[in-house]
């Protein structure tokens, strides 16, 4: 059974796409929205928490929430979630495209940052996203064979995430993240419908099993025009 504060995150973005609640607006209060959904405001709390970390409401103190404008899809930076949780989560029309799925030895770059043993082989996974029927993200994976043995092209297509967790039990604890902007590449034009478009907004990620061991690398290329970049981020006394 899906949490409350899950359930009533989802009601309220509901509402949002609904103009039931509208940008620029203030959203009812812990106590109010407390009231509405018969739950406790540590369970508002939490769910409102969720918004403002997706981009979807600013908290302002004394005030409340206001509602942002949702013209762009909000991708969290902070966290390790795989397309296919955040487009479930943003409630996107999405489709994948599997361009490349191959094993071979990692180039130097790779080796670097991936530090396979001596004869250990790299998967190599390139998916374009579609979304809302536009092409305008592209994905570009490394795993160490060693720990993924085996990749299929619809294991690809759908969640590489949910068959490292489910299948193979691996337990993917951190990553660390650089965000540029840069010139796209020839790749990036021939890939991605990027018509009128001079940049790209690059995620790269290097993630660590449990163990600290790294397993995984990954350049996300974003069309800048479709997205907004959000984390949420607490300062400690």
């Known amino acids: 059974m899906q ?6 995150y989802d009601d309220i973005r509901k509402k949002m796409k609904e103009n039931d609640w509208r940008e620029t607006d203030m959203l009812p209060s812990e106590n109010e929205l407390s009231i509405m959904y018969g739950t406790s405001r540590e369970t508002i709390r939490k769910a409102l928490n969720l918004l403002s970390q997706n981009g979807y409401i600013q908290k302002v103190r004394g005030k409340g929430s206001i509602i942002l404008a949702m013209d762009k899809f909000s991708f969290p930076v902070s966290g390790i ?40 082989l790299v998967w190599k996974v390139v998916r374009v996203r579609e979304l809302d029927g536009e092409k305008v993200i592209l994905d570009k994976d490394y795993f160490k064979q060693g720990i993924v043995n085996s990749l299929t092209k619809d294991i690809c297509e759908d969640s590489i995430y949910a068959y490292l967790e489910q299948e193979l039990h691996l337990d993917i604890s951190y990553a660390n993240k650089e965000i540029t902007v840069e010139s796209p590449t020839e790749e990036d034009m021939e890939l991605m419908d990027m018509t009128g ?7 790269k990620s290097i993630v660590h099993l449990n163990n600290t061991e790294v397993f995984q690398y990954t350049e996300s290329r974003h ?15």
């Open 81 to 120: 979630a795989s397309f296919k949780e955040l487009t479930k989560m943003l409630d996107m029309q999405s489709r994948t495209y599997v361009q490349e799925l191959s094993l071979a030895k990692a180039d130097e770059a790779m080796r670097k940052i991936l530090d396979p043993a001596e004869e250990e």
């Open 197 to 203: 478009f001079s940049n790209v907004v690059v995620i």
């Open 3 to 8: 949490k409350k504060y899950l359930t009533i």
């Open 223 to 237: 069309r800048p025009d479709k997205f907004r970049f959000v984390d949420f981020a607490r300062r400690h006394g």
